[in-house]
């Protein structure tokens, strides 16, 4: 199992998630130079260790366990897997979801988690 990042990270891009990650598996890190071009962050799905210590430190409630992703969110279990393997097919996916959920993107993203479930 992994955790994943989902849509409210999209004009966030904390980072608080980043530094709390024992196995430093949430990429790309502020000091990366993918960091600019990255809409979101992203757990790599074969190194987390499903600690859940990411999910409080989400100022945005962005982060869900594997069996939590609401349907909503689902297609960002794959976004998370492929950034790791093709970057630029994850930003494209990133933005058929964008274009896909446009009431969703109109709310500031503190919001969007409460309107997952809906
Ligand atoms: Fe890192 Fe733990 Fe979050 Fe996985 S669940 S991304 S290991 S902090």
């Not at 990270?9 to 024992?22: E, R, W």
């Not at 409080?56 to 960002?76: K, T, W």
């Not at 279990?77 to 933005?95: F, S």
């Amino acid at each position: 199992m992994s955790y994943y990042i989902t849509d409210p990270c999209i004009g966030t891009k904390d980072t608080a998630c980043v530094d709390v990650c024992p196995v430093d598996c949430i990429h790309p890190r502020k000091d990366e130079a993918a960091f600019l071009a990255a809409t979101i962050l992203f757990i790599d799905p074969d190194e987390c260790i499903d600690c859940g210590a990411c999910v409080p430190a989400c100022p945005v409630l962005a982060i869900y366990a594997e069996d939590d992703v609401p349907e909503s969110q689902r297609a960002f279990v794959q976004i998370n897997e492929v950034w790791y393997k093709d970057p630029t097919e994850a930003e494209k996916l990133i933005g058929e979801y964008i274009t896909s959920a446009p009431d969703q993107m109109a709310l500031d993203p503190k919001d969007r988690a409460a309107a997952h479930g809906k």
